[in-house]
């Protein structure tokens, strides 16, 4: 699986930004983030059919994990940005059950400034 996480950008808090990655097929998606220092966090994730959504503590309810799977698009609406929201946003694919991924892509920068 190919994946292109996009959207990134400089946000002020409480703006919204829209991320979307990109997949060579359908597939069970999460999204994880990198702060400066920091280990990297799950924030998101969708089942394959979108039937199933799982997030963050941090991400519930700012947060929103969607899918067109006409395009084998997943996409990360995030409202209500703060500044601790700054982060590398990644995607992957290919979950192991045991916690880890097969598959990433690049990875985005989300930049919010207070």
């Known amino acids: 699986v190919q994946l292109q996480a996009y959207g990134g950008g400089l946000v002020q808090a409480g703006g919204s930004l829209r991320l979307s990655c990109a997949a060579s097929?359908?597939?069970?998606i999460a999204w994880f983030r990198q702060a400066p220092g920091k280990e990297r966090e799950f924030v998101a994730a969708?089942?394959?059919?979108?039937?199933?959504?799982y997030y963050a503590n941090s991400a519930r309810g700012r947060f929103t994990v969607s899918r067109d799977n006409a395009k084998t698009t997943v996409y990360l609406q995030m409202n209500s940005l703060k500044p601790e929201d700054t982060a590398v946003y990644y995607c992957?694919?290919?979950?192991?059950?045991?916690?880890?991924?097969?598959?990433w892509g690049q990875g985005t920068l989300v930049t919010v400034s207070s």
């Open positions: 992957a694919a290919g979950y192991s059950g045991d916690g880890s991924y097969e598959y």
């Open positions: 097929s359908s597939s069970f």
């Open positions: 969708i089942t394959r059919n979108g039937g199933s959504t």
